[in-house]
Every structure is written in C-alpha cells, then in structure tokens.
T-cell receptor
Framework: DAKTTQPTSMDCAEGRAANLPCNHS???????VYWYRQIHSQGPQYIIH???NNETNEMASLIITEDRKSSTLILPHATLRDTAVYYC?????????????FGRGTSLIVHP | DTEVTQTPKHLVMGMTNKKSLKCEQH?????MYWYKQKAKKPPELMFV???????INESVPSRFSPECPNSSLLNLHLHALQPEDSALYLC??????????????FGQGTRLTVV
C-alpha cells in the first residue's frame, strides 16, 4: 500500500496561496493521488485528484512531481473558510481500492 | 442532486436502546460506505457496500449492523451500544465501485451520544 506523509499543521494568511505538501514515495505508476478536506464538524469534501499531470479545478490546483513521489495542493487565494484538515490519499488495500482511508492529515489554519 | 443526506443529525441513545442511522443518495452511486470518527481523529472505515452487497467489514462489533435495502439507501442499525461508541458517523458514496478510480462524496454525519 502506498503511504502518505503530511505535515501535522500549517498556517497561511488570508488572501495568500496555501501550499500543502504530501510525500508518497512508494506510489505505483497507475495509482492516483486524491485530496480531501474536512472542515470542523462537517463531513469530508473531495477536492481534486491526479495521476501524472498537474490538475486544476474551481477549488484548487494539484502539482505532482515528475517522479510522482510527492505532490502539492495549492489553494491560490486562501480564505478563512479554507481552515480545515487536508488529507492526501493514494490507493490502498488489497486489489487496489480508492476507498478513502484517512491518515492524520494537515491542519491548515488561515488567519486574517 | 449531488448530496449525501444523513438523518438524524444528532442522536442520543441509552445503552439498551435500538436505533438506526439513515443515509440516502440519489446520484446513482453504486458504492456506499460507513465511517466512524472520534473527536480529533481521522474518519475510520467501518463498512463498504458495492452494488447493494456488503463487500468490506472492518472487524466492526456486531452491535453495529449495516443494511442496504436499495441502491439509494444505507442504514446502520445500532443495538446495545457503549458510551465509547459515541462519535460522528459518516456516510459516503462513490459513482464507481471501489476498485476503480473514483472520488467519494460524504454526508454531514450523525453525531451520536450513548448515555
């Protein structure tokens, strides 16, 4: 199973870009990287996923290194509402499953 | 409709009670999941249903009994719970079966307190 390593916590000023790193050095060639976040007392929310190429949607951008051993989630203009725990997830489980299996994640605090 | 709806939002039950949590989605998703989340911890997977059949049980005690009556509905029946079972119970669904590349959509959870 590919494992992920994320910093425990980060902070960011409102309006600035938040860059959240994730290491997944044991990732296999056909495994996607998924990002979710969980705002306090709410259910987790899917953000974005990618395989090799950089991806962008209305919420965030995902930058995956060429060797695919790490990735960075970018929130281009963080707001106070982006304060949440961010989870980086890769394929886990026998037979390869994308069932979200959450580690500790990164607690992002966006301050005024 | 892009929502996973969980009811009730809050539930208080005694240790001898029987209660049920309900989860509903109308997105045509064929995979549904139950998670348990204790305070300040990440969600932990409990059960997975794929095409209305139970495919994964993460060694959950029998006092938790899942049921998938149809492709839109997932229940979690609770009986003889303990105070340590108090937690946020989350339901999720995926458009594709878990072995395929797929994102999951989560409900807002049921906050359960066992007294």
């Amino acid at each position: 199973d590919a494992k992920t390593t994320q910093p425990t916590s980060m902070d960011c000023a409102e309006g600035r870009a938040a860059n959240l790193p994730c290491n997944h050095s044991t990732i296999s060639g056909n495994e996607y990287v998924y990002w979710y976040r969980q705002i306090h007392s709410q259910g987790p929310q899917y953000i974005i996923h990618g395989l090799k190429n950089n991806e962008t949607n209305e919420m965030a951008s995902l930058i995956i290194t060429e060797d695919r051993k790490s990735s960075t989630l970018i929130l281009p203009h963080a707001t106070l509402r982006d304060t949440a725990v961010y989870y980086c997830i890769v394929r886990v489980g026998a037979g390869g499953s994308y069932i979200p299996t959450f580690g500790r994640g990164t607690s992002l605090i966006v301050h005024p | 409709d892009t929502e996973v709806t969980q009811t009730p939002k809050h539930l208080v039950m005694g240790m001898t009670n029987k209660k049920s949590l309900k989860c509903e989605q109308h997105m045509g998703h064929r995979a549904m999941y139950w998670y348990k989340q204790k305070a300040k911890k990440p969600p932990e997977l409990m059960f997975v249903y794929s095409y209305e059949k139970l495919s994964i049980n993460e060694s959950v005690p029998s006092r938790f009994s899942p049921e998938c009556p149809n492709s839109s509905l997932l229940n979690l029946h609770l009986h003889a719970l303990q105070p340590e079972d108090s937690a946020l119970y989350l339901c999720a669904s995926s458009p594709r079966r878990p072995g395929m590349n797929t994102e999951a959509f989560f409900g807002q959870g049921t906050r359960l307190t066992v007294v």
